[in-house]
């Protein structure tokens, strides 16, 4: 059974970047047909989709985001990361780590999530 | 980008009650849609899988209906064990877009 575990510093200041590792157990980022996403939730706020690496290597980014994001596998199979440059307030959230389907090329919905890291962004 | 509404923000039921969870997406997105529950400090959980897929091991109290923009999670028979936080998920098209969420308290 697959588990994920967000890792990382729970402080950050302004204009630094983010780095965040998310730990998968019982599997490995690079195993045919999933896609391993970064998803956020500020205080008080929705959740936000931050973007996607896939097990052939292939990234996806929202919008949003994009200028500042980048998502790569770890040395280890089972660890990917998240990097977000140039933090404001605006960035302080709970960050979590899911694990989404892939079959016959279409990407489905995410099935597996970790519980989450805070991050505060202030000086 | 495709946007989903989702209410009520807030409800309390019952334990017996049924409870109904509306998410609106802003065009057509087929069955894309999951569903989630959520507990403080915990994994999400997925719950329910394009539109009407109840996921092995989620009880049969829980259903998931629609088909297009309008999609709703039903849970009969409420327990106290269902106190959580759910939220719904399009995956029809990138970027992944999540409902507001509900906030579910038994009384």
């Known amino acids: 059974q697959v588990q994920l575990q967000e890792s990382g510093p729970g402080l950050v200041k302004p204009s630094e970047t983010l780095s965040l590792t998310c730990t998968v157990s019982?599997?490995?980022?690079?195993?045919?047909?999933?896609?391993w996403s970064w998803i956020r939730q500020p205080p008080g706020k929705g959740l936000e989709w931050i973007g996607y690496?896939?097990?052939?290597?292939?990234?996806n980014y929202n919008p949003s985001l994009k200028s500042r994001v980048t998502i790569s596998v770890g040395t280890s199979k089972n660890q990917f990361s998240l990097k977000l440059s140039s933090v404001t307030a605006a960035d302080t959230a709970v960050y979590y780590c899911?694990?989404?389907?892939?079959?016959?090329?279409?990407?489905?919905?995410?099935?597996?999530w970790g519980q989450g890291t805070t991050v505060t962004v202030s000086s | 980008e495709t946007t989903l509404t989702q209410s009520p923000t807030f409800m309390s039921a019952t334990p017996g009650d049924r409870v109904n969870i509306s998410c609106k997406a802003s065009?057509?997105?087929?069955?894309?849609m999951n569903w989630y529950k959520q507990k403080p400090g915990e994994a999400a959980i997925l719950i329910i899988r394009?539109?009407?897929t109840l996921v092995p091991g989620i009880p049969p109290r829980f259903s998931g209906s629609g088909y297009g923009t309008d999609f709703t999670l039903t849970i009969n028979d409420i327990e106290s064990g269902d106190a959580a936080y759910y939220f719904c998920?399009?995956?029809?098209?990138?970027?992944?877009?999540f409902g507001q969420g509900t906030k579910l308290e038994i009384k």
């Open positions: 899911a694990r989404g389907v892939i079959q016959g090329g279409y990407y489905y919905g995410l099935d597996v």
């Open positions: 019982g599997g490995s980022v690079s195993s045919g047909n999933y896609f």
């Open positions: 690496i896939s097990y052939t290597g292939s990234t």
């Open positions: 065009h057509d997105i087929d069955d894309d």
């Open positions: 394009e539109a009407t």
């Open positions: 998920l399009q995956h029809d098209s990138f970027p992944y877009t």
